[in-house]
């Protein structure tokens, strides 16, 4: 009869050990893994390298390591700008990445490693007010004004529209205390990446009609709480608490 191997032999004497340079940063990992209950444990050991400001700069694994002598690059790879913000990170899983940041420190451009530029663009005020990938404008943001028509539903210098990868949002009311009490999601008419034109009219005639519109509001209390949901199939949902609080 086949008995399986006790996880706790293997496990014994097996602990994780954790390496703390002088800045209290953690600089090594070792863990010891052993595949066979009578043999020896074997070392694993995870490194990072940190720059002079306390900064993951780079990182490896136990196999990458092993393989730092003959040149093998590190499983993480970031550099800072001035500002502390990263400005190229390299990942073995993820590939490459470059960030340009603005002078309010908003990311405007960024490449991947296949050299795909996505591009933001923000208003005077520094909101997104649009997104363009390899040059096709992906998404984009409207923000309500100060006019009587926004500021009667709490929308004044709220974002109350956005085209996005599957359709449109809009929200359109908000409560006294920010949150959104009617959303309101169209789709587009055809399965195909949009390329959203500038003006909104335009932007129209890609979404499905205004009669497949799928609208949801939502209810707070004095707490910001939501305290009810309807959906577009006008099913409620209500939810309640009791007086005493955690």
């Not at 066979?36 to 196999?63: T, V």
């Not at 599957?166 to 409560?175: D, I, S």
């Not at 949801?216 to 007086?243: C, H, I, P």
Request: aromatic share 8%; glycine share 6%; hydrophobic share 35%.
């Amino acid at each position: 009869m086949f008995m399986p191997r006790s996880p706790t032999l293997l496990c014994q004497h097996t602990p994780t050990l954790a390496v703390f340079d002088p800045r209290g940063l953690q600089v090594r990992t070792v863990s010891f893994c052993r595949s066979a209950e009578a043999g020896p444990a074997d070392e694993r050991i995870n490194r990072n390298s940190y720059d002079a400001m306390g900064r993951l700069q780079a990182q490896w694994d136990p196999r990458l390591w092993a393989l730092h002598s003959r040149g093998a690059p590190a499983n993480v790879n970031v550099v800072y700008s001035l500002t502390q913000k990263s400005v190229y990170s390299g990942r073995s899983d993820a590939g490459e990445r470059t960030h340009l940041f603005n002078d309010a420190q908003q990311c405007v451009q960024q490449w991947d490693s296949q050299s795909r530029l996505r591009l933001s663009v923000f208003d005077s005020s520094m909101r997104i007010k649009a997104t363009f990938e390899e040059g096709i404008c992906s998404a984009r943001y409207e923000y309500a004004d100060g006019r009587d028509e926004f500021s009667g539903h709490n929308q004044c210098g709220r974002l109350i529209r956005h085209d996005d990868s599957a359709g449109t949002q809009t929200f359109n009311e908000f409560a006294i205390n920010g949150g959104v009490t009617s959303q309101t999601r169209r789709f587009l008419r055809d399965l195909v990446e949009p390329d959203w034109p500038l003006q909104w009219q335009e932007r129209e005639e890609l979404l499905e009609p205004l009669t497949q519109q799928a609208t949801t509001t939502w209810v707070y209390n004095a707490q910001n709480d939501s305290v009810a949901q309807k959906d577009a199939k006008g099913r409620l949902q209500e939810l309640s608490a009791t007086r005493l609080l955690n």
